[in-house]
């Protein structure tokens, strides 16, 4: 019996979000199919890669990262071999040192580190915020202020703290809002649907649906961003049609796995390979899962999962 | 003179005033000169808005005069004034324009005169959030200086921000009032027509945070009535030009609180209030705008870390037991002209007057009001009176209703605390936690014996019986909607409960007043409303609603889930069932079991083992999970004929829900003492035993028809 392809349609689609300003963009989502799909029907936009870099600096990263930014010695620097690295659609940064638990740098520092970077590289910007919800409240609208005309993606905006990142971001300073939740499909929706309520338009949502490194409980993971590509296309439900971002590397180079050294550790061999099987594993299912964006650190990585991409679509 | 006559008096004289300024000015300048405020990308915003036409030149500016004419119609009907009203407006931003000319400064320190697009992005943030409540326009000469320092020191203080506009300015100025943005008191300017700079601040809000269209003026007014919680606070004496503006406010949704007596009221628009310490109170409630609390002003600290604190006999300063003396907790709807917010009241001696260690009475009455407050969210408030009072660092509640204990250490009452200060914490938790609902609170202390025992017998106790009056006579059918609740979605994905008032949620936590009070707390929230008008099969309990709902909330994993029976498609399980009920087919019944019982059931199987085929959403018929009273309620299994068919359950579960089961078939079947029929772990653990048990009692599942 000849094989008989019979396309699974879907009559609704996720919403494609356009991210930078001038010649260099990048669109996320637009699909109409499960991820990697292309039998069922040709992808709009394949699934991009994001790079990411910390007002740390390199303080803290593993030694292949570090060879690779060998020579930088500023923030500019940083991002700017960041954005040149094979495979990248992005660059993200990560203020992570504005945690009032950790440096706790003040607000004015992390918003020069922002500058700083927006001014080294033309390319389209992810500001990740410092993962304290009343800081990030107070430093992600001065961010999007900054970056007014860059069309930036502000990660994220959780239940806490939606009116005064979604205000900012969506309304006063026009950039696109990342809306982060905690791996659960109806809190997903909840924050779409107030965020949307403060009149910050649905196409200009990005999602960060929340992750876990592969093996810690990832299963949660799959499970949510499968039901949210179910329903958004399946039941055409709008409030969950926006694309999905995963920061995967700030979960994955901080398990054991990728921290423990190889003295400690000899039969797990070298640990920077372990840091990129971890961080490529998870970006990868990521993506089979869902995912329209990943945010990873280790070039190696970013040119694996790059290839991975071009392979499959 | 009428409301209209002054509108359209103030509105001819402004127009008069706008156009001779203009023609003065062409006369100046020429037609062709430049017009505009700085610092703006919205042209001449409040023009630009309302007609979607940018003004450049003097030329277009008597051009769009023109326009403004056509505004001004002059029938006696309340459009009529609001259009002069924004006619007047307009004009007013005219005027004010042409201050601007040439890069003039018209404005100095202390006034703003116009603000920069940058102040209003810088803004907008805070007014979503709530960090701004509200914005305060003050208009013309306070009666004395101290009672404008007192007014503006009053929204201040909740963080409002105030705009100054005319003599005010002056008064503040003389007694050294600190203004300017970074207190959040913006001087306008002096003239009449400066108020005109915060209108254009609502109405560029509008534009940049609402995405409303220049030219779409019934956006643009929506906006400002449902978005922007602006109101106006014009002194006495009010010209005809002050009440055009007025009416140009009340037109974008902004209410005018003014002292002048002889004001035409309108309701809720233009109020009259000739105490002008009550203008805060007054002018919120017109707006309808509800102060955040962010600190509870107790001595001791409040957090969720002293809830389990426990107060020793040895460490106690006093305690209230209502066990042993008359004690009540109550929430209490009232008209909102019954409640003074923030009002608490002590009746009867205070902790100081109260002997060491003694045991006395207390009764608290927490008045609520509020346009969407029910009588029905009145439980649901009180239930959170034991969390918010155990928060309090030395105090400690247990119990509720009449039956309440509370015990305050010696440490706390040595650091200040009093009885008071309950009525401080309790203030505070309900009008942050239920903002939704309540708009006003007052509490009611009342210590004074005498008072305790009239409040807990002729207003408490009633109150608790109406309720649980209200609850027994709750039916499926005597109520419009159902509720959803996928508070466990997060870790059961297909499951969906269905909330009925005969069938609350089978965590046993979720009935259906919890759920309505919740969908109206948190309308995108975990519970939403189910209607119930397309029933399929009544007996089975089945809609094309409910189906509707479950399909979607399952993310289409379920189609079909029937609210009465275990046989066809029984409702789903996430998997914190108080109680699983299984099909035992020797006898024609069902076995329950609660997750307390540890022993074997009739079918062979443990309560995990049951579990393990119920839970995490999937529909096996024959098995079904659900609350301890549910198992007394009509609606149990009715589509099998009901509670009849129940042939063994754990004694102490029996026990548990004897009383009620009892009566229920009483009702139903005319059986007395229904569960002497039943068997239990001490009569029976398997099913020969069992069946031999029931013919004995001859219990009535045995004559029923087989389930499958």
Known sequence: MPFNQKPQKFNAKINSVTIGSGDKTVTIGGDSTFPFYTFDAPSENCPKIGVEISDMGLEGVSEGIKAYYDGASTMADIAKKAAAMEGADFVALILEGGDPNGENKSIDELIAVVKEVADAVDCPLVVEGCKNVEKDAELLPKVAEVLQGRNALILS?????????????????????????????????????????????????????????????????????????????????????????TPVSAETWGVKEATASEADMPEWGPQDERGIDMEIMTAAADLAAGSDAVILRHPESVKTISKMIKALV | ??????????????????????????????????????????????????????????????????????????????????????????????????????????????????????????????????????????????????????????????????????????????????????????????????????????????LIFGNVKPGDAAALMEYTMKRVPAFVNAFAPLNDVIVACGAGAIALGFPVITDQADVARVPKSLICQTDISKWNATSLEARDIKIKITNIDIPVAFASAFEGEIIRRKDMQVEFDGSRVDCAELVQTCDASEVEDHKITVIGPEADEMELGSKNCIAYVVKVAGKNMQADFEPVIERKFHNYINCIEGVYHTGQRDMQRIRISIDAFNAGFRIKHIGEVLYSQVKNEFDAVVDKCEVVIYTDPAECKRVRHEVAIPTFEKRD?????????????????????????????????ERLGLCGAVSWLDAKATNELDPAGPCQVITKERPIDENLGSYEDVDEAVKKLSQGALEHVTLYSIMQDPMTSCGCFECICGIEPFSNGVVIANREYAGMTPLGMTFPEMASMTGGGVQTPGFMGHGKHFISSKKFMKAEGGIERIVWMPKELKDFVAERLNKTAKELYGIDNFTDMVGDETVATDPETLVAFLTEKNHPALALDPMM
């Open chain 2, 1 to 206: 003179m009428t409301l209209f006559e002054s509108v359209f008096a103030g509105n001819d004289a402004v127009y008069g005033l706008t156009e001779n300024a203009i023609d003065e000015a062409i006369k100046a300048h020429g037609a062709d000169k430049a017009v505009s405020f700085p610092n703006t990308a919205y042209s001449l915003p409040c023009y630009y808005a309302v007609t979607g036409t940018k003004v450049g030149t003097l030329g277009e500016l008597k051009e769009a005069l023109g326009v403004v004419k056509t505004l001004m119609t002059r029938e006696k009907r309340t459009h009529d004034v609001f259009m002069s009203g924004v006619a007047t407006a307009l004009c007013a931003e005219f005027i004010e324009v042409l201050k601007y000319i040439d890069g003039a400064v018209p404005y100095e320190e202390p006034c703003y005169g116009h603000l920069a697009d940058a102040v209003i992005r810088e803004l907008g943030v805070p007014l979503v959030t709530g960090d701004i409540p509200g914005v305060a326009v003050i208009l013309g000469k306070a009666p004395s200086a101290e009672e404008a320092a007192a007014l503006v020191k009053s929204y201040q203080a909740q963080g409002i921000l105030v705009t100054l506009t005319g003599d005010i300015i002056d008064q503040l100025a003389e007694i050294n009032y600190k203004t300017g943005a970074n207190v959040r008191v913006i001087p306008l300017g002096k003239d009449v027509t400066s108020v005109i700079h915060v209108v254009s601040v609502a109405i560029r809000a509008a």
């Open chain 1, 157 to 245: 905006e959780k239940e806490e703290n939606y009116k005064a990142i979604g205000a900012a971001a969506g309304l006063a300073y026009n950039q696109i809002v990342g809306a982060e939740s905690a791996v659960d499909i109806n809190l997903a929706k909840q924050l779409n649907v107030v965020t949307t309520q403060l009149g910050v338009d649905p196409k200009k949502i990005v999602m960060n649906i929340g992750s876990a490194a592969a093996g810690y409980g990832y299963e949660y993971v799959v499970s949510t961003m499968d039901r949210i590509k179910g329903a958004a296309l399946g039941q055409n439900d709008n409030m969950l049609q926006m694309p999905i971002i």
């Open chain 2, 469 to 501: 009056e209200r609850l027994d006579n709750l039916t499926d059918e005597s109520v419009d909607v159902y509720y959803s609740c996928i508070l466990c979605q997060a870790f059961s994905p297909s499951h969906v409960c269905v909330v009925t008032p």
